[in-house]
């Protein structure tokens, strides 16, 4: 080889190298670099065969795609981080420009960011791209990666605006955007902020939004999605003489029960153009798509706005070795058999974690009527023979207090055991003989009767912060925090848990001015507690279901369906509320709700039917004495019941409305001390009375009479958070 060849050769080198390298499509670039981690259920290199549907949406993610924004609906544990990870590896090693990626939450940020880490380290054109990951280097962390030097992968929450705000990128990640607020700290919609961030880039940019959907009405993804192609997988009818393409959708689903046993031993599908059986063996033949030899394929029902690419995908098209169609048809059957009882939360589960679809809650309702005509005859403060807990919840006006006592039973089953009505200001201090409070605080230590006749006192009771008595509630709450008083506020944003997790600290003390360690206030998810109730407001009968008793005043059954449920549109978002007219009482309704968050911060939503047993044998021994005496009936309120105390060195306040036929247990939780956590009341049977006709003899000094064997009566739980830990724990 001469001089001139060498030359000719190393010019053409020179041009080889400089030319681009050749545009991968993001479909093209999994196959061809990802490796999936050993701890996954197929580690090695990506496979579309897993995930036949997942390919077009990759392949719309690519750069050369004119979509701007991807939507994907989908059914959890599909495709949906996978692809997102495979798309922003892609853009890392191929198209190097800042990337920003939000979750809901920290949790998820962390769990995401351990993956893009574990994507980095498996495949070798991304490690040598990202900076080593050490304690000192901020370009490698768990919120921030950096590659080549000039571009990096954000990670952060989506619920700041800060943090909307802070970057700017071209390409955009946001995960489970139905879990996000629809206004960030009052600064608008998460999307909008999100894309905002990408205006210096006109159309080189892209979006990828991701989730699960939830309410029907509340859902950022399904407005997302309509917005787009709407696009759905259709597949063929395996049987040779059809082979019509048709999505799989729950109208076509069936399922059937073994007729000996009764378990469900078989889930199919129906196909809509032949109506022959179509069985999850047939998946081998029908999910492939036309790049791997198949019929199927994304077919788009609506143009779209001529931005957007939207895809709905439900765990039906679940791969063989996943999820089974037996396994979703039981889920269904639970969900359905729950929704007969009122309880709608597993079907919303499977509507959106396996169908990808939003669910649209129950909005049928009830009128007083009806719950009066469903009223039960049944005796005030007594415990039912199937409840065991009784909570009290309060409710504040500037002129009284409304308070309600519940007993609840396995199930979330519970009664409306009394409704008392206090009458006066709440501005006096408790420590004022028949203020309100003072009323309240005898309310308290009064125990209940269950139907064994043992003596229960109440586990929890909480105080409505709101109104205009709200530093009054505080004053009175901070002083009884020990006493299992919880201070309540509901929430006014939609979609809150029915109890929070954690109290927020409110430090005031008596004067008003803030100090440390204060009073702890617990927020309340109004909305979904209230469709929790109303969804279970026509049960007549076991889990979920109320009972009210005969003798409640007539506008106690007005005021519990005086709210109606409506949607409303804020800022161009629909935001579905709980409205009540104008000038209506709604007093018993709120104290349903707060009596029901006190059963979740309980724990009793979690309690197996081994829980409820354990508490019964603690509270209500099996093994009794044959010859114990009969309890007596309950003692009957007229409106405050008065304590039935041992004589004291002072007279008690005078209270003016006195029980009929009080039960008198031998020893009682007087006001001070006050009974503890673990406190275990004993008593003998009530004395009997002397005939009317004749005087009633003095009580004889000395000598005693023989004691008869004590029967336990009751387990008072009276701190909150030692009560909240045995109760969620099942009494052991």
């Known amino acids: ?120 380290r498996s495949v070798p054109e991304l490690r040598e791209r990202v900076a ?39 390409y955009i990640y946001i995960d489970e955007i139905d879990r996000l607020d629809l206004d960030v700290d009052g600064e608008g919609d998460p999307v909008e902020l999100a894309e905002a961030r990408a205006t210096q880039y006109a159309n080189d940019c892209k979006f990828l939004y991701t989730s699960s959907p939830g309410i029907e009405g509340f859902s950022k993804i399904d407005t ?46 129906v196909c809509p153009e032949c109506g022959t059986d179509i069985d999850e063996r047939h998946k081998v033949t029908m999910l492939p798509d036309e790049a791997a030899g198949g019929l199927a394929r994304w077919v788009a029902t609506a143009k779209g706005d001529g931005e957007t690419v939207s895809f709905t995908l439900s765990a039906f098209y679940m791969p063989i070795g996943a999820i089974t169609w037996l396994s979703l048809a039981r889920q269904l059957a639970r969900a359905r058999d729950r929704l007969k009882r009122g309880d709608h939360e597993a079907m919303q589960v499977f509507y959106n974690t396996r169908l990808g679809l939003s669910y649209k809650n129950s909005e049928s309702t009830t009128t007083a009527e009806q719950l009066r005509r469903r009223a039960e005859d049944y005796p005030m403060r007594v415990l039912p023979d199937a409840a065991l807990v009784a909570t009290m919840a309060v409710d504040t006006q500037p002129n009284r207090l409304e308070v309600q006592i519940e007993a609840w039973g396995p199930g979330m089953e519970h009664w409306v055991i009394d409704y008392i009505v206090l009458n006066g200001s709440p501005t006096e201090s408790a420590d004022v003989p028949g203020s309100v409070w003072h009323r309240l605080d005898t ?41 299992n008083c919880v201070v309540l506020h509901g929430s006014s944003r939609p979609n809150r848990p029915i109890m929070g997790s954690a109290p927020s ?65 804020r800022k161009g978002r629909p935001v579905r509320e709980w409205v009540k007219p104008n000038g209506a009482r709604n007093e018993a309704w709120d104290v349903s709700v707060y009596n029901l968050a006190l059963a979740h911060q309980l724990g009793l939503q979690k309690w197996s039917a081994l829980d409820w047993k354990r508490l019964r044998d603690k509270l209500i021994p099996p093994n009794l004495d044959l010859f114990a005496v009969a309890p007596q009936p309950a003692p009957v309120f007229d409106s405050v019941p008065a304590p039935v ?59 005693a009479p023989a004691p008869q064997a004590p029967v336990p009566v009751a387990t008072a739980i009276n701190r909150p958070f030692v009560g909240r830990r045995i109760l969620s724990r099942g009494i052991r």
Not at 23 to 31: P, S, V
């Open 505 to 569: 600290k409110v430090d005031i003390d008596w004067g008003g001015e803030k100090v440390k360690g204060g009073v702890e206030l617990w927020t309340v998810g109004t909305d979904v507690a209230k469709d929790w109730l109303s969804n279970r407001m026509q049960l007549t009968e076991g889990g979920g279901a109320m009972h009210f008793q005969l003798d409640l005043p007539p506008e106690w059954f007005d005021m519990m369906v005086v709210e109606q449920p409506h949607t409303k549109w």
């Open 132 to 170: 080593a990951a050490k304690s000192r280097d901020s370009r490698n962390t768990t919120q921030a990666k950096d590659f080549l030097g000039d571009a990096t992968l954000y990670m952060n929450t989506a619920g700041s605006a800060a943090n909307l705000a802070e970057v700017s990128a071209p």
């Open 1 to 120: 080889m001469n001089l001139a060849d060498g030359y000719s050769l190393m010019l053409e080198a020179a041009i080889e190298a400089s030319r681009p390298d050749p545009e991968l499509r993001c479909d093209e670039w999994a196959e061809q670099y990802m490796v999936l981690p050993k701890s996954g259920p197929q580690p090695g290199p990506f496979r579309f065969d897993r995930s036949y549907p997942a390919r077009r949406v990759h392949q719309v993610l690519s750069p050369n795609h004119p979509a701007k924004r991807v939507v994907a609906k989908v059914a959890s544990q599909m495709f949906k981080t996978q692809t997102a990870l495979n798309w922003i590896g892609s853009l890392m090693h191929r198209r190097p420009r800042n990337i920003l990626a939000l979750e809901p939450t920290d949790t998820l940020v962390k769990r995401f960011s351990a993956r893009v880490s574990t994507m980095i």
């Open 443 to 483: 309310i308290r230590r009064t125990p209940l009767l269950h139907a064994s006749g043992r003596l229960i006192m109440l586990s929890a009771y909480g105080i409505d912060s709101g109104g205009a008595n709200t530093q009054d509630v505080y004053n009175y709450g901070q002083a009884r925090k020990a006493l």
């Open 224 to 269: 997302l999605y309509e917005m787009g192609t709407k696009e759905k997988y259709f597949v063929p009818c395996p049987h040779d003489d059809c082979g019509h393409l048709h999505s799989l959708e729950m109208e076509h689903f069936r399922y059937a029960r073994d007729e000996e046993t009764g378990f469900m031993d078989r889930a199919w599908f």
């Open 645 to 703: 105390l041992a004589p004291a060195p002072e007279p008690a306040p005078v209270v003016d409305i006195a029980p009929a036929a009080p039960v008198q247990p031998e020893r009682i939780p007087t006001p001070e001390p006050e009974p503890t956590a673990q406190t275990v009341q004993a008593s003998v049977p009530p004395p009997m009375q002397p005939p009317a006709s004749e005087p009633a003899a003095p009580a004889p000094v000395a000598p």
